[in-house]
């Protein structure tokens, strides 16, 4: 059995496993949503090519993209904890900027996917 000293004693293994943990488990969530979403984007293009209605799957894939890269992002932040030196620091930190920076794209892609679809469609309403 572990006593409150031997924890304090093992604090930096203790945290740098559990960052690694964490750090592993939320690129995989990531990964999967943007797997199971490009998928799904898929399958829906295929079904509304099939049955010719008005093709708009942006709006799917770029959702899941964006989630997927949001917990990629939050795997990085948790990878802070376990960085040893300078140049790591660096590099991690031009990783989160990019993965910041594709975030921001895709939610503006989304939002003027939604605006084109919302113009689309009152003008091709009954008058």
Do not use: C
Not at 29 to 53: C, E, N, P
Not at 77 to 91: A, F, H, M, S, Y
């Amino acid at each position: 059995m572990f006593s409150f000293d031997a924890i304090v004693d093992n604090y930096q293994s203790i945290l740098h496993f559990l960052a690694e943990i964490t750090v592993l488990t939320l690129e995989l969530v990531g990964i999967f949503i943007i797997v199971v979403g490009s998928f799904r984007a898929l399958i829906q293009l295929l079904i509304r090519l099939r049955t010719k209605q008005p093709i708009n799957v942006m709006i799917e894939l770029g959702r899941a993209l964006a989630l997927g890269l949001e917990f990629k992002m939050g795997a990085e932040i948790v990878n802070t904890v376990i960085v040893r030196d300078i140049k790591e620091l660096l590099i991690l930190g031009l990783v989160i900027l990019l993965r910041a920076v594709l975030a921001i794209l895709i939610h503006w892609e989304i939002k003027n996917e939604r605006r084109d679809e919302k113009d689309h469609a009152a003008e091709n309403a009954p008058r």
